[in-house]
């Protein structure tokens, strides 16, 4: 069964610190997707990709956050500098079309900022 | 107040008991809603998706959609422990020629054995 693919899974970084995280969608799906899951709490977006352009990113803190998705494919979600408060989990979905029926989501990546 | 509600829980059931897990949201224009299952430091998995009010049934689990109250559900027939997850109720609308997904907060469900 496909899914979509997320690296790392578990991340621990300083405070000031940059980190990465990398998505690869199921093979086919346009729309790429970067959610922030804070404990306790549903999953709310970052960034929405169709292909290579971003759709919407409204909720990305820019000073600090960059996402890319280059060749239309996988993508990288960046935080320079980490703060404290951005210790959460960092899941990427992908859905095949633009339609509102389903998006499907790796297993995330956890992030905790010391 | 935000688009879509969904009571935190936690929610604990004997095994065999039926689950009703709900959510409210105020958009009228969301179209698609689903549930999603989220078991502990692992991403959310799709359990069913709905597009029109009404009933929608998969195994042991029911969704339920009424557009005219703004208020879905998903029921779990003869719950097993292994259903002990966080569910998640997201809504789906129309915008910019794209559709932007709102999840509740999730429940916390325990079932116990």
């Known amino acids: 069964e496909a899914e979509v693919a997320q690296s790392p899974r578990y991340k621990i970084t300083e405070k000031s610190q940059a980190v990465a995280f990398w998505c690869d969608p199921i093979s086919g799906h346009a729309t790429l997707y970067w959610y922030r899951q804070i404990l306790g709490q549903g999953p709310e977006l970052l960034v929405q990709f169709q292909d290579e352009s971003v759709v919407d990113d409204s909720q990305l803190p820019k000073d600090r956050f960059s996402a890319e998705r280059l060749k239309g494919v996988d993508s990288t979600l960046k935080i320079q500098p980490a703060e404290l408060g951005d210790s959460a989990m960092y899941l990427c979905a992908s859905s095949f079309q633009v339609s509102g029926n389903t998006i499907y989501f790796g297993e995330g990546s956890w992030l905790t900022v010391v | 107040q935000k688009e879509v509600e969904q009571d935190p829980g936690p929610l604990s059931v004997p095994e065999g008991a039926i689950v009703s897990l709900n959510c409210t949201y105020s958009?009228?224009?969301?179209?698609?809603f689903m549930w999603y299952r989220q078991y502990s430091r692992k991403g959310p998995e799709l359990l069913m998706y709905?597009?029109?009010?009404g009933n929608k049934e998969d195994g042991r689990f029911t969704a339920q959609v009424d557009k005219s109250s703004k208020y879905i559900s998903l029921f779990i027939r003869d719950s097993q422990p292994s259903d002990s997850a966080t569910y998640l109720c997201a809504c789906a609308r129309p915008t910019s020629g794209t559709y932007k997904y709102i999840f509740g907060t999730g429940t916390r469900l325990k079932v116990l054995a």
């Open positions: 958009n009228s224009a969301f179209q698609y």
């Open positions: 709905t597009y029109s009010s």
